[in-house]
């Protein structure tokens, strides 16, 4: 090797290793496995929060409703008037308290109504928890597939700063051309550019997943799982049958229904009449007496009719809900069950893509050193590789989004975790 060979070597060595920006270390924290993400964010979430609080107002109405209604007193004080002394007597006269009661039947209607209320917050809870796993989920995932995209960024990299420093050799020595220098320095600026916006993207949904944990958006942390490829066999006939049975926004909508036919039976007994039980005492100086006091009031006027009428165009509206929910409900399986089956089959195909990319660019770097293809044919076969990579990977995270939807349309687990169980 020749004196000015091997001073423009050690130069190149020096402007790869100082001038050109250092591959940055991924900032390290916590590690966080998904198992406490979905446990963090079942306890501290804001709508989790929220949704309970709900369950303990639903609580505080049935309470309310099973109580009787509040009893009436009353209180007559005579003798106002001054007599011939100018004198007043103001003493207590009468005094009564009474009970009043609803129509038979329509207080404990009211409290099944109550009770139904309850439950209906109950499902709201799990149908918002089922919403928040899949975020949480779907989060943490795309923090593993940034982190797949970095790796790939980094070696990008490193192979285009070795690339720029082979090219700069070459043609130094007069065995390459000026454009293929510039092109190398071209990619070299754009590895650059796609390592920043793969950390940028990081840190950006990392922030994302602290958001339904509950935590500030720069908590540092690190995760624990890698991407996998699930094969799943899945049956559409039991899936459906599953969302049947365990959806809660359906849950929610036969509560409703059952709460609409209960409102129509009370306001039907509502016409009947409403009665009130009391006692009176009365302690005039002329008349002192007790006396058993029983009062009723009947909807002579209009028989409830207005009630009546509203609550069964409020039944038929809840039926009509619920058969939309029930089709809609069929339908979200139906389309993620397609759309998970369909998940798994590409990512076996990329997978085998995969394969013929590790051998395309260790081909692509031998026929290179040797000579046999130029700078632009080995960089398109780089670039090939590394794409290829992160289309399979992007086909795990797809496939991952894809059971989540299908857990969420059937509010089920389909991996054996506790958390939809």
């Not at 007599?83 to 038979?104: A, C, D, M, W, Y």
């Not at 207080?107 to 209906?120: D, P, Q, S, Y």
């Not at 754009?190 to 993207?201: G, P, Q, R, S, V």
């Not at 031998?366 to 990579?389: A, C, H, M, P």
Request: proline share 2%; net charge negative.
């Amino acid at each position: 090797m020749s004196r000015n060979i091997k001073i423009l070597f050690f130069t190149l060595i020096f402007i790869n290793q100082f001038l050109i920006p250092p591959i940055r270390a991924e900032e390290a924290g916590e590690a966080l496995s998904l198992k406490e993400a979905l446990s963090m964010a079942h306890d501290h979430n804001p709508q989790m929060i929220e949704a309970r609080k709900t369950i303990q107002a639903a609580q505080g109405d049935l309470i309310t409703t099973r109580a009787l209604l509040n009893p009436e007193l009353e209180a007559e004080i005579g003798g106002l008037k001054k007599n011939e002394e100018s004198e007043r007597k103001g003493h207590l006269e009468t005094v009564s308290i009474s009970q009043p009661f609803e129509p038979l039947g329509v207080r404990g209607l009211k409290t099944k109504i109550a009770k139904n209320e309850v439950r209906v917050t109950e499902e709201t809870l799990k149908s918002v928890w089922s919403n928040i796993y899949s975020q949480v989920r779907s989060a943490y995932m795309k923090i593993i597939l940034d982190k797949k995209e970095l790796e790939l960024a980094q070696d990008n990299l490193a192979t285009i700063r070795q690339l720029f420093s082979n090219v700069q050799i070459r043609f130094q020595s007069g065995q390459g051309f000026k454009n293929d220098l510039q092109r190398a320095k071209i990619e070299l600026l754009k590895a650059e550019n796609d390592y920043l916006m793969a950390e940028k993207e990081n840190k950006i949904d990392k922030g994302r997943l602290n958001l339904p944990l509950g935590r500030s958006l720069d908590v540092l942390f690190d995760i624990q799982e890698e991407l996998k490829a699930e094969e799943l066999k899945l049956d559409l006939q039991k899936l459906s049958e599953m969302a049947s049975s365990k959806r809660p926004d359906l849950k929610i909508e036969k509560l409703m229904l059952d709460s609409r036919n209960k409102n129509l039976m009370k306001e039907e007994l509502s016409r009947l009449p409403s009665f009130s039980l009391g006692f009176q005492k009365t302690n005039a100086d002329d008349d002192k007496d007790y006396a058993a006091l029983v009062s009723v009031s009947v909807p002579l006027w209009d028989l409830n009719q207005g009630e009546v009428k509203k609550a069964k165009a409020e039944k038929e509206i809840q039926q009509a809900k619920l058969q939309t929910a029930e089709r809609e409900i069929a339908f979200d399986v139906y389309r993620a069950y397609w759309n998970a089956e369909v998940a798994q089959k590409q990512v076996e195909f990329l997978k085998e893509s995969v394969e013929e990319a590790n051998e395309l660019i260790r081909l692509a770097d031998l026929n290179y050193r040797e000579g046999e293809i130029d700078f632009i044919n080995y960089r398109d076969q780089v670039k090939t590789s590394i794409e290829t990579k992160v289309r399979y990977y992007e086909g795990i995270y797809n496939l991952d989004q894809s059971l989540n939807e299908l857990e969420r349309a059937i509010y089920g687990s389909l991996r054996e975790e506790e958390f939809l169980k």
